[in-house]
Nanobody
Framework: QVQLVESGGGLVQTGDSLKLSCAASGRAFSAYAVAWFRQAPGKEREFVAAMSWKGDYKDYRASVEGRFTISRDTAKNLVFLQMNNLKPEDTAVYYC???????????????WGQGTQVTVSS
């Protein structure tokens, strides 16, 4: 079992930056691929970024490529999402997720955090 807890969300203005954190607990977390998803009101949950367990492969959705960076501190069981140049369309609840093997499909992730709200005002 893996438990995930996100933090770092908030209300920011267009062009600002935020860094989300995801604290993990549970056995063998370092062996899991990790990902960030987001869900805006009235919309389906969507993939944002993912990283392999080694950190040697990263994947981003096109709209955040170059603005967001996923990273992890394996020793501390932490996962991060650095978000720069935020836009109003980035407003959503952001979720951390983990599974064996990297994937863009939310249904393939077994472990989820409770989410953290990110609101970007124009």
């Amino acid at each position: 079992q893996v438990q995930l807890v996100e933090s770092g969300g908030g209300l920011v203005q267009t062009g600002d930056s935020l860094k989300l954190s995801c604290a993990a607990s549970g056995r063998a977390f370092s062996a899991y691929a990790v990902a960030w998803f987001r869900q805006a009101p009235g919309k389906e949950r969507e993939f944002v970024a993912a990283m392999s367990w080694k950190g040697d492969y990263k994947d981003y959705r096109a709209s955040v490529e170059g603005r967001f960076t996923i990273s992890r501190d394996t020793a501390k069981n932490l996962v991060f999402l650095q978000m720069n140049n935020l836009k109003p369309e980035d407003t959503a609840v952001y979720y951390c997720a983990a599974r064996f093997g990297i994937s863009r499909e939310a249904t393939e992730y077994a472990y989820w955090g409770q989410g953290t709200q990110v609101t970007v005002s124009s």
